[in-house]
């Protein structure tokens, strides 16, 4: 059964505007969600995160908002740019510290110029 | 430049051959993990270790084996590889303190 869900395979958005990625959780013992972004041919890279205690967090061209009660979290990417398209992982831990981490399936976003 | 190295990049092996992944790392980091990806899927998790401390998933089959002989390497052994295993197999390092991962290029296997 998965934990964390990204039900949106693919996103295309154009450049200059909002990209909005969302995630959605079912275990409620998660404590710390990350996002992560890869390009082809590498791996993921950490992107940002978010505790539990927090509903937002902000860094430069991207916020993740967290809402607990809604198992809910998302990703926004202002402005988008076409150095943005790639996939978009969503991931989520038990451990403050952010250790063995539990990952959706990813979105596919295409920022097109 | 610190990183997380996994070799080869692309493994081709045949059906029921064992065979070895590998992850080397110049971060120090005490955590490492073993992922498996099949297309459009999560990344799963195999195992992982803190130190040499080896923790398995419940659900991964006993046909997938891993060692860490130092802090530096750790290594994913396909005992009998089906055409189920066919996989992109991601190696990830994290330190006790967080922060998250810091992952390898990965190596995708092709079971012919």
């Known amino acids: 059964d998965q934990q964390v869900k990204q039900n949106s395979p693919s996103l295309s958005v154009q450049e200059g505007r909002i990209s909005i990625l969302n995630c959605d959780y079912t275990n409620s013992m998660f404590d710390y969600f990350l996002w992560y972004k890869k390009y082809p041919a590498e791996g993921p890279t950490f992107l940002i995160s978010?505790?539990?205690?927090?509903d937002k967090n902000e860094d430069g061209r991207f916020t993740v908002f967290l809402n607990k009660s809604a198992k809910h979290l998302s990703l926004h990417i202002v402005p988008s740019q076409p150095g943005d398209s790639a996939v978009y992982f969503c991931a989520a831990s038990e451990e403050s510290n952010g250790n063995k981490l539990v990952f959706g399936a990813g979105t596919i976003l295409r920022v097109k110029s | 430049d610190a990183m997380v190295i996994q070799n080869p990049r692309y493994q081709v092996t045949q059906f029921g051959k064992p065979v070895t992944l590998s992850c080397s790392q110049t971060?120090?980091?005490?955590?490492m993990y073993w992922y498996q990806q099949k297309s459009s899927q999560a990344p799963k998790l195999l195992f992982h270790y803190y130190d040499k401390d080896f923790n398995n998933e419940a659900d991964t089959p006993d046909n997938f084996q891993s060692r860490r002989p130092n802090t530096s390497f750790c290594f994913l052994d396909i005992r009998s590889p089906g055409l189920g295993d066919a996989a992109m197999y991601l190696c990830a390092t994290s330190s006790l303190e967080g922060n998250g991962y810091t992952f390898g290029s990965g190596t995708r296997l092709t079971v012919v």
């Open positions: 971060l120090n980091h005490n955590v």
């Open positions: 978010i505790s539990s205690i927090k």
